[in-house]
């Protein structure tokens, strides 16, 4: 039975025509999904369901998301995060499973809160990144034996211990924060395999709306702060003040690690 799918362009020219054609009338492609944006079941059948292709540097594996979430496109990955979510869908034997590789880790996804820190009496720009869940390494299916491996994966990638919010962290090489347009995309991780281009770490589903005194901190200083804990650490604070006291607890309680990212884009 044809299914109500979109398949773009660039996912077409990388599974080939053949293998579009068979998803498109229904033959390759499940009834029932888990949205890889929003993770709510979907129905190909019943509703306009988006083909997402995640490419690594060995490794493809497509996926399947409501259209309002998001639109049918090749999303470029690190090859030991898709390997982690290759294992997982498999665990699951769920074809079209959820795969939120910008996460680093197939269980859970990445929440991204934007507000101004004040550091050493000036505002910064800054990102606070709480995942959904316990984060394990790619290829793991538990997190290891703290229970949460999301604070050792980042600092093994650069990112440094805060204890306290007295000075800004240091600029991690290869990352960025990507603004196009005064909206949040994404925040972008060297290459694998010494390949000079980033790929998306954190990639928003739809792009995020910052405030404007969050934007004109950013494209003045062209470097945006970015902090992340495990989940439970920080919360959706509704306040800048909030979210600082959040901070400010998580770092005393050793939850917290940071860096500094260029700003690309505007």
């Known amino acids: 039975m044809p299914r109500l799918l979109d398949v773009s362009d660039d996912v077409r020219a990388e599974i080939g025509d053949e293998e579009a054609d068979r998803l498109l009338a229904g033959e390759n492609t499940p009834g029932g999904y888990d949205c890889t944006s929003c993770r709510t079941p979907g129905d190909t059948e019943q509703e306009r369901t988006s083909t997402v292709l995640f490419v690594g540097d060995e490794t493809a594996v497509l996926a399947f998301a409501h259209a309002g979430c998001l639109p049918s496109q090749v999303v470029r990955v690190a090859e030991d995060q ?35 820190v004040l550091i050493e009496g000036d505002l910064h720009p800054a990102l606070v990144i709480e995942p959904t869940g316990p984060i394990a390494r790619p290829g793991a299916t538990t997190p290891g034996e703290g229970g949460d491996d999301f604070l050792p994966l980042l600092i093994e990638q650069g990112f440094m211990p805060v204890s306290e919010l007295t000075e800004a962290p240091h600029t991690l090489p290869g990352w960025s924060v990507l603004l196009a347009m005064g909206q949040l995309h994404a925040v972008l991780q060297p290459g694998t395999g010494g390949a000079p281009s980033q790929v998306a770490w954190w990639q928003a589903h739809q792009p995020l709306v910052v405030t404007e005194g969050w934007r004109t901190a950013a ?34 309680n050793g939850r917290l690690v940071a860096a500094a990212m260029p700003l690309a884009g505007t």
């Open 82 to 116: 898709l390997q982690g979510a290759v294992q997982a869908v498999a665990a699951t034997e769920a074809a079209g499973a959820s795969v939120p590789a910008q996460a680093g880790a197939p269980q859970a996804v990445l929440g991204v809160t934007s507000g101004l």
């Open 219 to 252: 494209n003045k200083t062209h470097t945006v702060l970015v902090f992340a804990a495990p989940v439970g650490s920080i919360g959706r604070q509704p306040r800048e003040d909030l979210l600082r006291d959040a901070l400010d607890k998580a770092a005393a």
